[in-house]
């Protein structure tokens, strides 16, 4: 494993938040501004939640994900929730997913934070590192309504 786990809350670099917000914007379309904007406030640390992480290896990011309040979804209530999880094509089946996830938990059971959920579309990936079908919940701008996972600890 040539590649670490980086917390954008620790490194605390304009230039490395300008990479990760455009690295995720290229990923997943989302606006620049609004990665900007929360990983502004996860460097800022007012609250264990946003945050960000990234594998990186070499000043190059192989994946990475985020801890949202909602993930552009109708159910308010499940909170907070892990988005953005991508990896680099290339990169991808070298277990990189999974100890961002796991490092994603640590962290935030570090800070308080004893469950997480996630919306996705895949089925059976995230049953692999912990995580239980909870419900369904729509996505803004979905015609059908996604998986949304629970990951709990500490209970």
Not at 37 to 52: A, L, Y
Not at 80 to 109: F, K
């Amino acid at each position: 494993m040539g590649w670490e786990i980086l917390n954008l809350r620790e490194r605390r670099s304009l230039g490395e938040l300008e990479q990760a917000a455009a690295w995720f914007h290229e990923k997943w379309g989302i606006p620049l501004a609004a990665y900007r904007e929360s990983m502004m406030d996860c460097i800022e640390g007012k609250g264990p939640v946003p945050q960000w992480y990234m594998a990186v290896e070499g000043g190059a990011i192989l994946g990475g994900l985020g801890v949202i309040e909602n993930d552009f979804h109708d159910r308010r209530d499940l909170t907070p929730n892990v988005c953005a999880v991508y990896v680099e094509e290339a990169c991808r089946r070298q277990g990189i997913a999974g100890v961002l996830l796991e490092h994603a938990c640590a962290d935030m059971a570090g800070q308080g934070v004893d469950t997480l959920y996630l919306l996705t579309d895949h089925t059976s990936f995230y049953e692999r590192y912990g995580w239980e079908f909870f419900c369904t919940a729509q996505g803004e701008g979905e015609t059908e309504p996604s998986r949304m996972y629970i990951r709990k600890w500490g209970v």
